[in-house]
T-cell receptor
Framework: DGGITQSPKYLFRKEGQNVTLSCEQNLNHDAMYWYRQDPGQGLRLIYYSQIVNDFQKGDIAEGYSVSREKKESFPLTVTSAQKNPTAFYLC?????????????FGPGTRLTVL | AQKITQTQPGMFVQEKEAVTLDCTYDTSDPSYGLFWYKQPSSGEMIFLIYQGSYDQQNATEGRYSLNFQKARKSANLVISASQLGDSAMYFCAMREGQKDSSYKLIFGSGTRLLVRP
């Protein structure tokens, strides 16, 4: 079955440590995205990538970094520069080849910084 | 400036009744798309329905329909015959530009729907 996997589901880290969240898709989608969701709020775009080896900042990129070395993988690193990293992180992918170019989402990673 | 507004933080509906979730948007781009996603307590976002700005008919997808009023810039989601499994957060989102050239989605703050048995 095609889909998006994110690991781990829950992640705990000490303040000041960098942490990398995994996102893998086997949908053969060109575009991938990272969103952050805080309690009771909508999604905010962190970074997105339309093609391998290329990515753009979203609305809240400060304190985050990404890479896109492979089409199926788009890992997100939450750095120590991110002032309030505790949140729910969602990865998504899409392709314009599929009519609406709607985004498909992974199950998310809940990051807690202690 | 906020481009997607969902004014109902929470809604209740009786099982088997219909419910309307409100969404208004703001854009100067004549070409745009509007999406509704459902987020159950598990956290995953599930795509429900899409409306393109040039679509002549209101979108429908099973029990979901979109009441698209372009002049009012509203795209309300109507869920008919509510089921207990419909209890979730619902997000309205907008993409500006042509579907094959624009990738960014802007999300509203969401509406929490609770279906009562």
């Amino acid at each position: 079955d095609g889909g998006i996997t994110q690991s781990p589901k829950y992640l705990f880290r000490k303040e000041g440590q960098n942490v990398t969240l995994s996102c893998e898709q086997n949908l053969n989608h060109d575009a991938m995205y990272w969103y952050r969701q805080d309690p009771g709020q909508g999604l905010r775009l962190i970074y997105y990538s339309q093609i391998v080896n290329d990515f753009q900042k979203g609305d809240i990129a400060e304190g985050y970094s990404v890479s896109r070395e492979k089409k199926e993988s788009f890992p997100l690193t939450v750095t120590s520069a991110q002032k309030n990293p505790t949140a729910f992180y969602l990865c998504a992918s899409s392709t314009p080849m599929r009519g609406l170019n709607e985004q498909f989402f992974g199950p998310g990673t809940r990051l807690t910084v202690l | 400036a906020q481009k997607i507004t969902q004014t109902q933080p929470g809604m209740f509906v009786q099982e088997k009744e219909a419910v309307t979730l409100d969404c208004t948007y703001d854009t100067s781009d004549p070409s745009y798309g509007l999406f509704w996603y459902k987020q159950p307590s598990s956290g995953e976002m599930i795509f429900l329905i899409y409306q393109g700005s040039y679509d002549q008919q209101n979108a429908t997808e099973g029990r979901y329909s979109l009441n698209f009023q372009k002049a009012r810039k509203s795209a309300n989601l109507v869920i008919s015959a509510s089921q207990l499994g419909d209890s979730a957060m619902y997000f309205c989102a907008m993409r500006e530009g042509q579907k094959d050239s624009s990738y960014k989605l802007i999300f509203g703050s969401g509406t929490r729907l609770l279906v009562r048995p």
